[in-house]
């Protein structure tokens, strides 16, 4: 492993001031970039974690905040700002434009490779960024199967992969399969991985308060989602010798 850097980072969006958690890899070239988002309850160090590993793979990686610095570990606080957030594409565009300028603007990012990687809440921002036509190299969701305003994915311009339990109840078999036909009308390149016996938030490691019903931790499903994010990370935005 290489050595990296970390700080963080104050930036303006959805009316708060977000705190983002930013990671550089050694060296001082241009490097290809990583918008990471995290689950609904927000930015925790499960993600801070996630963009460390990446910069020690080589990328600029920022974990970009949801809640203006909070973690909502309260299910109904949670739940009362993901539900309206998630119903209204504008906002979640806005949030992760807000993310994509402030990894733009850090000198170590190369701006014409970047890709977006999100969990839950931050998948779907991710999604929509691509739904908005934002140039990203590959969108990576996990638990993030929502579907977008008609005729808007045809905008999406690089390779997608989702993964999703086969258990989770938040994103059923009849969501999967509308997100499936709207990828498929649009013509996008996508894949979808079906973990078997897995529950919501299966890559998230157990925490110390309650959750909404239907929220489980699998470590081998979890182990096995981030190697697949790494390959496509790996094949679209390879990381330069």
Do not use: K
């Not at 918008?35 to 930015?43: A, I, N």
């Not at 990894?103 to 921002?125: C, F, H, L």
């Not at 008609?150 to 993964?163: D, L, Q, S």
Request: negative net charge.
């Amino acid at each position: 492993m290489t050595a990296i850097t970390t700080r963080s980072v104050a930036y303006p969006a959805d009316g708060l001031t977000m705190i983002g958690h930013l990671a550089l890899p050694a060296g001082v070239d241009r490097r290809p970039a990583v918008l990471l988002g995290p689950e609904g309850t927000g930015l925790s160090d499960v993600e801070r974690r996630r963009a460390d590993a990446l910069a020690e793979r080589g990328y600029v990686a920022l974990a970009f905040d949801l809640h203006g610095g909070r973690y909502l570990s309260d299910p109904e606080e949670m739940l009362a700002r993901c539900l309206p957030l998630l119903a209204d594409a504008d906002r979640m565009r806005d949030i992760g434009r807000a993310a994509l300028d402030v990894v733009r603007a850090e000198p170590r990012t190369d701006p014409e490779r970047i890709a977006a990687v999100g969990y839950g809440t931050g998948g779907a921002i991710g999604l929509e960024l691509g739904r908005a036509g934002v140039d990203l190299r590959a969108i990576g969701t996990v638990n993030a199967l929502t579907t977008g305003r008609p005729g808007e994915a045809a905008r999406i311009r690089c390779p997608v992969w989702v993964g999703v339990g086969s258990e989770d109840p938040i994103m059923p078999p009849a969501q999967r399969d509308a997100f499936v036909e709207e990828m498929r009308a649009a013509g996008v390149d996508w894949r979808l991985v079906v973990y078997g016996g897995a529950l919501h938030a299966f890559h998230h490691p157990p925490v110390d308060h309650p959750v909404v019903p239907g929220v489980g931790y699998h470590p081998q499903h979890a182990r096995r989602a981030w190697r697949d994010i790494v390959a496509l990370l790996d094949e679209c935005l390879p990381v330069p010798e």
